[in-house]
């Protein structure tokens, strides 16, 4: 058995604005272009609590693909900026592994699902709705001078214990 380097970790609610985009896996390259579009604008935020830290969110609600903002916390003094939305992430507790530079993000999401099927945890899953993949939400924190050909970023799976 390899064992997965994570740790768990409470965050507490937050406040974040960005840019949301809705599509199917074969439209993935737009997401990207959005990605990069938004590291772009967060010089715009008179109020990001981490301008260095670009975050990813993701839910699997389409059988065919998901639905993921591209945002920046931002504090409560932060006024909605034009083409943005904000979203309020509930407080959670998170699975968090780190996926270094160098290194395949399929094998790291891999270790990921195994360590589900070993651990008394499992994915959150939202009451009332349906999800599309075995990690249902899963948040990414991201460096904004990451290189977008090797990334190292973090991974956040929000968990449960089994019930």
């Known amino acids: 058995m390899k064992t997965l380097v994570g740790e768990i970790v409470t965050i507490p609610a937050y406040r974040a604005m960005g840019l949301k ?70 407080e959670m507790t998170y699975l968090i592994v780190k996926h270094p530079k160098g290194k395949n993000i399929g094998a790291t999401y891999t270790g990921i699902y195994q360590w589900f099927k070993e651990c008394d945890y499992q994915p959150l899953k939202e009451k009332g709705i349906e999800y599309f993949d075995d990690l249902p939400i899963k948040h990414e924190r991201y460096p904004v001078d990451r290189d977008l050909e090797d990334p190292h970023f973090d991974i956040l799976i929000p968990i449960e214990l089994k019930s």
């Open 21 to 90: 985009w809705e599509g199917a896996y074969a439209e993935v390259p737009q997401l990207k272009e959005l990605i990069i579009q938004m590291s772009k604008r967060v010089g715009e935020f008179a109020f990001a609590k981490e301008p260095e830290t670009q975050l990813g969110l993701s839910y699997h609600l389409r059988s065919d693909g998901f639905v993921h903002y591209s945002v920046f916390e931002v504090d409560e003094q932060q006024e909605i900026l034009p083409g943005m939305i904000e979203i309020i992430v509930p």
